[in-house]
């Protein structure tokens, strides 16, 4: 018996999500996989890239229109802008040019997969009802992540295809030059602060030291997008998907810079944009020196994403037991996590495998 064609495309592929979303289809061996991204990519086995802005809704038809394959498009892409209010208009126009670029002329579209967060809940504005579940009410707006879940709602009245929204919390894994990467800022801030000879020191806000959070791997947040998309039971729902487990800084900081061979000092209060903006002249020496990947300083650094993880004074975190009611029981614990992903760096020579002072 033959197996039906599954052709995925994955818009954003070179953000930390979508890269991670285009190896385990890929890895899968049960899907032909193209990816979207501004800056293209690789090609690999069943893996195909185009160059795209999204954003240019001409562009956007123009380089789509031969996709009639595809089954399942799965939305990871991302602009940021300065404020909320400003991320609405092109994170919102992204997803409408792809829909409807790709839903007219893809004949066997079945499922279109939208990756939001907690923003939905409100997690960026300040304290919010913990844990946050998937039945709870929207916040006033601009939201840019309720308006492209409510335009999928819209769009999909009376079609063949269905649609699920996936919510991680802070989304770990590799990818260069993306706007948020948690776990890039760490290690690379861990890495300048050995090679100055300073203790690692918790840079966020005194109240956010303590406070419980959780994060989502990017290898497990992939397995479930792929799991959703697939469950017919999953249709038309949203999900958040996490690792898991709970942590506090006070307890994490000290392992990871165990990792890093460094000393704990006490946190002190400090914008990593601010005091990591003069440091491209030490990382390209340092380049050179630990014999690392000549990637340019600004795609290593999310220093404003940092910023903002290390602000949240308050509890961070959701329930993710309404997927492991429809059946995804997948987690992985968020300590060993973090040193799988800072091993894997050093493993791709982005920071330096040992560093002598």
Not at 178 to 195: D, F, K, Q
Not at 243 to 254: A, K, Y
Request: glycine share 6%; proline share 6%; hydrophobic share 40%.
């Amino acid at each position: 018996m033959q197996t039906k064609s599954r052709v995925a495309l994955v818009v954003g592929a070179q953000g930390v999500i979508g890269r991670n979303l285009v190896a385990h289809l890929a890895a899968s061996g049960q899907w032909e996989v193209i990816g979207l991204s501004r800056r293209g990519g690789e090609e690999g086995n069943r893996v195909r890239h185009i160059a795209v802005d999204v954003l240019d809704r001409d562009d956007c038809t123009a380089r789509l229109h031969s996709l009639k394959e595809v089954s399942h498009i799965f939305y990871t892409a991302y602009q940021d802008r300065p404020t909320w209010a400003e991320l609405v208009a092109p994170n919102l126009n992204m997803l409408v040019n792809v829909i409807e670029s790709l839903e007219p002329i893809a004949p066997g579209l079945e499922h279109v997969s939208l990756m939001q967060g907690y923003k939905v809940y409100g997690a960026h504005l300040g304290p919010f009802k913990t844990p946050a579940r998937e039945s709870d009410a929207y916040h006033m707006p601009p939201e840019f992540n309720v308006d492209q879940q409510l335009f999928l709602e819209n769009r999909q009245q009376g079609k063949s295809w269905s649609w699920s929204a996936i919510r991680p919390s802070v989304v770990c894994g590799f990818a260069l030059g993306n706007p948020m990467n948690l776990a890039m800022v760490i290690a690379v801030y861990a890495a300048i602060s050995r090679e100055l000879g300073l203790p690692l020191r918790f840079p966020g806000k005194p109240g956010a030291y303590d406070k419980l959070l959780e994060m989502t791997d990017a290898g497990l947040l992939a397995k479930a997008t792929v799991w959703a998309a697939m469950d017919e039971r999953c249709a038309n729902q949203a999900f958040n998907i996490n690792n898991g487990d709970l942590f506090r800084w006070n307890e994490m900081w000290p392992k990871i810079a165990d990792f890093f061979d460094l000393e704990v000092a006490p946190p002190l209060p400090m914008s990593l944009e601010t005091v990591m903006a003069d440091k491209e002249p030490l990382w390209n020496d340092m380049t050179k020196k630990y014999g690392l990947e000549p990637h340019a300083y600004k795609e290593v650094s999310s220093w404003r994403f940092g910023d903002l993880v290390f602000s949240w004074d308050y509890d961070l975190f959701a329930d993710g037991s309404k997927a492991r009611r429809f059946g995804f029981h997948e987690y992985i614990e968020t300590e060993a996590m973090f040193l799988k992903i800072f091993t894997d760096f050093r493993q791709r020579r982005i920071i330096p495998a040992r560093q002598s002072r």
